[in-house]
């Protein structure tokens, strides 16, 4: 079959036509390099908004650290120790356990003024010792054998949760690599052997431009599943409409498993494609895997660290953290009234309580990671696979007409 310059100019305005098929990349998910590094900057999450979220959770979408080459010198710079202690203050983990940390600093407040006013008494400025308010009061101290020995318990329990949270987020950050890799396979593979059939050219741009969207509204429809309802569903429903023909819009927004009605419209556009059983088995085995993908998804997200391991880790912890001022005390006499055991409470309870609450953050990984930034990449990727179909599209047409030939050999273009 012949095409004309004509033929392949309307062609290529109905693809424009149909544009909202396969440009799924919108400037608010795409983003600026300055948008991208407000993203990062936690700090910028008000303490509290009033919407009743802890500020941890607000500021889990600032999270989602989506690297490129600049992030990474950035990362090893040697200033990196400097920058990090300079801005602790600003630091998310301690904004999320300033209650938890403020309490602990009260009780060891607490311990330490009760000791002083009672059987230790206390020393004024300069340095003259008084006798407490009630002598015969016994001092609140603790040996500190009892932490010596439950210390390995504490860090092997924290360990533990730390360990199986991040191998969590990794497991999550892999099965969305598999769903990049499977994506651009379909379309890779689709774009390529859909150029060698002998349809009309607009059968074709709507055949690829179908795949293309098919293959977009994948990751987007798995974002939305794994976020919640409150962060993503308005603006899944309004990508699907901006992006997507209206019954498929609309199906996907009711459907109850979002992300398997995806997979559904995958495989029919590729049975729709004029493709040999080996070409669609090939195509459908890539679909496979975005399956074995949303399933991992599924997994990681219905079922969190047993709670019982959870809840228990958290108990032991804060129990301990309380009765450390008790421990520290007989190891302060040195300091003024044994003073310093109050700081050092607060530092001992921020290392430990961040410890555990980096395990609860990643317990989830879905909500910090940069999933509408691979969405975005993945729909970048279809606009650039139908927009290479194009261009080889154009090249054949005036290969043919140069050499006169009553059909398009597409084995003759090059890669």
Not at 105 to 126: E, K, R, S
Not at 277 to 301: F, P
Request: charged share 20%; proline share 5%; with cysteine.
């Amino acid at each position: 079959m012949r095409f004309t310059t004509r033929q392949l100019i309307v062609g290529i305005a109905l693809t424009a036509s149909l544009h909202g098929a396969f440009a799924f990349v919108t400037p608010s998910v795409v983003g600026s390099s300055k948008a991208s590094k407000s993203a990062l900057d936690v700090s910028t999450v008000p303490r509290n908004d009033g919407s009743g979220l802890s500020y941890g959770e607000r500021s889990r979408p600032f999270r989602r650290n989506f690297y490129t080459q600049p992030d990474w010198e950035k990362h090893r710079s040697r200033n990196r120790f400097k920058g990090n202690l300079l801005s602790i203050t600003r630091s998310g983990v301690i904004r999320q356990l300033t209650n938890e940390v403020l309490f602990i600093t009260a009780v060891a407040t607490a311990v330490w003024a009760i000791n002083c006013l009672t059987a230790a008494g206390y020393d004024d400025l300069n340095g003259v010792h008084h006798e407490g308010l009630l002598p015969f009061f016994p001092t609140l101290q603790m040996p500190s054998e009892f932490f010596t020995f439950s210390s390995p318990a504490l860090s092997l329990l924290l360990v533990f949760k730390t360990n199986t949270s991040y191998g969590r987020w990794d497991e999550a950050r892999k099965a969305w690599g598999v769903i990049v890799n499977s994506s651009r396979t379909i379309l890779r593979q689709g774009a390529a052997w859909l150029q060698e059939t002998n349809i009309p050219e607009r059968d074709k741009i709507r055949l690829i431009a179908r795949l293309a969207a098919a293959v977009w509204c994948f990751p987007r429809s798995m974002t939305r599943h794994v976020l919640s309802a409150r962060e993503d569903d308005a603006a899944y429903a309004e990508d699907c409409r901006a992006n997507l023909r209206p019954d498929l819009a609309e199906d996907l927004i009711a459907a109850r498993h979002k992300p398997t009605r995806a997979t559904y419209e995958i495989s029919c556009a590729i049975n729709d494609l004029p493709l040999s059983d080996i070409q669609k088995a090939t195509l459908e085995y890539s679909v496979n895997q975005l399956c074995d993908a949303m399933g991992a998804n599924d997994r990681i997200l219905s079922s969190p660290v047993p709670l019982v391991y959870t809840r228990h880790l958290a108990r032991f912890l804060e129990v301990w953290l309380l009765m450390l001022p008790l421990g520290l005390w007989p190891d302060f006499t040195n300091s003024w009234n044994h003073i310093a055991m109050i700081p050092i409470t607060v530092l001992l309870s921020y290392f430990l309580l961040g410890i555990e609450e980096l395990g609860v953050q990643l317990e989830e990984p879905f909500s910090v990671l940069p999933l509408h930034k691979i969405t975005s990449g993945i729909g970048l990727s279809a606009e650039e696979h139908v927009q290479w179909f194009l261009n080889d599209s154009a090249k054949s047409e005036m290969k043919t007409n140069s050499a006169g030939s009553t059909s398009p050999n597409y084995q003759s273009l090059s890669p």
